[in-house]
């Protein structure tokens, strides 16, 4: 089993920065792959940004090309996502998601979500 917590969430103005952090407990860590996925209200789930057990990022969303990059830290049991020039259309619940050895786009691969932390971005 893995733990995920997602923190750092909140309400932002366009065109700021906020970082997001989850972080794991349970079995190894360095093990899995993590992702960070979205929803918004009426939406369906989304892919953000994964990154591999390594630290490569992969499967960054178009829309946040350029202004969002996920990373982690084995040492600390941690993944992060750093949200520069924030946009109204990043208001969502942000989750961070795991899932053993190999990255996934989709969401259905994952096996751990966290409960989610709230990205209101206001105009």
């Known amino acids: 089993q893995v733990q995920l917590v997602e923190s750092g969430g909140g309400l932002v103005q366009a065109g700021g920065s906020l970082r997001l952090s989850c972080a794991a407990s349970?079995?190894?860590?360095?093990?899995?792959?993590m992702g960070w996925f979205r929803q918004a209200p009426g939406k369906e789930r989304e892919v953000v940004a994964t990154i591999t057990w390594s630290g490569r990022p992969t499967d960054y969303a178009d829309s946040v090309k350029g202004r969002f990059t996920i990373s982690r830290d084995n040492a600390k049991n941690a993944v992060y996502l750093q949200m520069n020039s924030l946009k109204p259309e990043d208001t969502a619940v942000y989750y961070c998601?795991?899932?053993?050895?190999?990255?996934?786009?989709?969401?259905?691969?994952?096996?751990?979500w966290g409960q989610g932390t709230q990205v209101t971005v206001s105009s």
């Open positions: 349970g079995r190894t860590f360095s093990n899995y792959a």
């Open positions: 998601a795991a899932r053993e050895y190999q990255t996934s786009k989709w969401g259905t691969d994952y096996n751990y």
